[in-house]
């Protein structure tokens, strides 16, 4: 072998605009990053970082770091475009029983289908909440994204495949002791008690008692809606945030969606406990909860990413959609740009959120190589005087031409090279006709 083979890379992603996701969002433009393995070796001028085995020119391209769903129900995807804008406590009446017809196999292409969809949009991790995560394990690892995937905890009846709360509370202990770390690393397990109305606080507590026993990460609907809040008042006097503290909850690393009926006292708390929220504004707004106020949040210092929710309530895992409400939902305040401060939620802020800071978010020596590249030569993102800007305001997923996870690459010419989109689209169309082709439930 050659001195020059030798000192060759894996991976060298050539002469692209690199993005930096925080700050003023300013881009660096000719810029090479070296790839081995799963890390990013150096990043510089184009022509700086040696040469590589395999190179991808991204001339054109604006290249950043993977983006970071934190909120989502995978499997759900066979529900995009069956409901109108309603209420959250209808759109959950009118939803339980089509899930309960759910089979196996539907929550396993259920959750490849989200998947390939956030994949096709440059989102490289995402966390996730749904019953049976078991059966989502494998279609995470075959499709070769990140994520962090919490076993549902529910109370009241056994539905479908949801079973009983024993049954999750064994699921979840199973997916916390046993599957953490899978797929090389790239999998996170974790427990997912619905929230205070859909557990009550004698199962909240048994659920923090096992994230404390198996040391696994919690992730929870918090204060979504104004009924919400104000039912947990009159059941147990206090606010949702101040019962899952009690319970324990807060005790260690706790992902909290929604997070939009908060006061100050709620804020404080969250910020104290280093609770982290998920803003997801798009299924907010269909689900007519409201915008969660999330420039409070930062200024209280609490790690604040973006969620899309699951296709039934949003329709949509295309992050860039969130992205764009972000920035046109808050009142920043002056100096602020919300183009920059919503593209640092979609990617920084989603790894802080996550606890996955010291490996993804960032385009840097030593990081998980997961990252994104956007073809900046597309109709509606031309002229991208401003990249940062045209990324939040104008981008679809459609757009991202290339996506690489763990040093990996599975998106390229706009397509999964993991995962045969076709099979994945019949079997949901085939699965859908099957659930909803039944009529209406009463």
């Not at 799963?38 to 184009?46: C, D, F, L, Y």
């Not at 939803?95 to 759910?102: E, H, L, N, T």
């Not at 049976?132 to 479908?160: H, K, N, S, T």
């Not at 808050?330 to 959120?353: Q, V």
Request: glycine fraction near 12%.
């Amino acid at each position: 072998m050659s001195r020059a083979a030798e000192s060759a890379h894996d991976l060298l992603i050539r002469d692209g605009s690199l993005v930096v996701v925080t700050g003023a969002g300013h881009v660096l433009e000719h810029q090479d990053i070296a790839i081995d393995g799963s890390r990013i070796i150096a990043v510089g001028p184009t022509g700086s970082v040696g040469g590589a085995r395999r190179v991808i020119d991204a001339r054109g391209h604006a290249v950043l770091p993977g983006l970071v769903n934190c909120h989502s129900h995978a499997p759900m995807s066979l529900f995009r475009g069956t409901a109108d804008a309603m209420p959250l406590q209808a759109w959950l009446a009118w939803v339980a029983p089509y899930g309960g017809r759910y089979d196996e196999e539907d929550v396993y292409w259920g959750a490849l289908l989200a998947v390939c969809q956030m994949l096709r949009a440059g989102v490289t991790t995402f966390a996730d909440m749904y019953f049976r995560q078991d059966l989502v394990l494998p279609a995470v690892e075959r499709a070769g994204i990140r994520a962090f995937l919490a076993e549902a905890v529910m109370g009241g009846r056994a539905i479908g495949l949801r079973g009983t709360p024993d049954q999750q509370m064994r699921r979840a202990e199973e997916l916390a002791r046993t599957h953490n770390g899978r797929a090389d690393g790239r999998i996170t397990t974790g427990v997912a008690p619905h929230s205070v109305y859909g557990c009550g606080e004698g199962l909240l507590r048994e659920v923090a008692q096992l994230a404390r026993d198996t040391g696994c990460r919690v992730h929870t609907h918090v204060s979504e809606t104004r009924r919400e809040v104000d039912e947990c008042v009159a059941t147990y006097g206090r606010r949702p945030p101040r019962v899952m503290a009690d319970c324990g909850l807060f005790d260690g690393p706790t992902l909290a969606a929604h997070a939009v009926h908060l006061d100050e006292g709620d804020i404080a708390l969250m910020a104290e406990r280093d609770v982290a929220v998920s803003h997801n504004p798009a299924s907010n707004l269909k689900l007519r909860s409201g915008v969660a106020p999330v420039p409070a949040l930062r200024r209280a210092g609490v790690r604040v990413g973006l969620g899309t929710d699951g296709a039934g309530s949003n329709d949509s895992l295309d992050l860039w959609r969130d992205c764009f409400l972000a920035a046109v939902l808050h009142e920043w305040g002056d100096g602020t740009s919300p183009a920059s401060t919503a593209l640092e939620l979609a990617t920084a802020g989603g790894a802080a959120a996550l606890h996955l800071d010291d490996r993804i978010g960032a385009v840097a020596p030593g990081m998980k190589a997961d990252l994104g590249l956007v073809d900046l030569e597309r109709l509606n993102l031309v002229p991208a005087t401003d990249v940062a800007r045209t990324l939040v305001f104008a981008t679809r997923g459609d757009e991202v031409a290339v996506v690489i996870v763990d040093g990996r690459v599975v998106v390229e010419g706009h397509r999964v090279l993991t995962v045969d989109e076709s099979e994945v689209m019949e079997q949901c169309r085939r699965r859908a006709r099957r659930i909803f082709g039944k009529g209406a439930i009463a």
